[in-house]
């Protein structure tokens, strides 16, 4: 397994769940570990206009939008997953058909904390309760779309998940969500 090193934060605590899980990754930025893996985790906390910028110049755009085996994005992971966002206004890596937008003005951004999911679906959730809460640390959001696996409402309903053929993504971080997120990379990482 490998997970993608680019301009951004959080691998750390990635890894260090994936290790508590008894799993080995590598970090990497390199093309062909990242299609040799036999899945690829793609989390990140920073900013989508400087995290595309980084993709770009090493050609790992094209790569992420080639891989085959599955593929989960963490936060802004999901975010640069989508087609366009606003943070920066830059486009995405376009696997899924959305925007991700900035909050509206309010007290209350960015969302930090724990709030619960509804309308679970697909196979990261199987174990998962709708009543389960899960962290999130964010302030744009990922419009509702025909990818939508999960649902979060905070100032407005948002993809709090996604999936599309081997793309899966989070807007919350699994790898900070107790024994709930543990459940949900453990899913991942069994598909």
């Not at 790992?60 to 802004?76: A, H, T, Y």
């Not at 930090?112 to 679970?120: D, E, I, P």
Request: hydrophobic content about 40%; proline content about 4%; some cysteine.
């Amino acid at each position: 397994m490998q997970s993608l090193k680019y301009n951004a934060g959080n691998i750390a605590s990635v890894q260090n769940t994936l290790t508590r899980l008894g799993y080995e990754s590598l970090v990497t930025d390199d093309a062909v570990s990242l299609r040799q893996a036999d899945k690829v985790i793609f989390p990140g906390v920073g900013e989508a206009s400087s995290a595309m910028k980084y993709l770009k110049d090493r050609n790992l755009d094209e790569v992420i939008r080639s891989l085959k085996q599955p593929v989960l994005g963490i936060c802004l992971g999901q975010q640069l997953l989508c087609a366009f966002s606003e943070e920066g206004n830059v486009n995405c890596l376009g696997i899924f058909k959305t925007m991700v937008k900035k909050f509206p003005p309010n007290d209350l951004v960015p969302q930090m904390g724990w709030n619960s999911l509804t309308k679970l679906s697909g196979p990261l959730f199987q174990g998962i309760n709708e009543s389960d809460d899960v962290y999130f640390v964010h302030s744009y959001y990922a419009e509702l779309c025909k990818n939508t696996v999960a649902t979060c409402d905070y100032i407005v309903p948002f993809s709090a998940a996604m999936n599309k053929d081997n793309f899966y993504a989070t807007q919350f971080h699994p790898e900070k969500s107790g024994s709930v997120g543990e459940q949900i990379l453990m899913n991942f990482l069994k598909l």
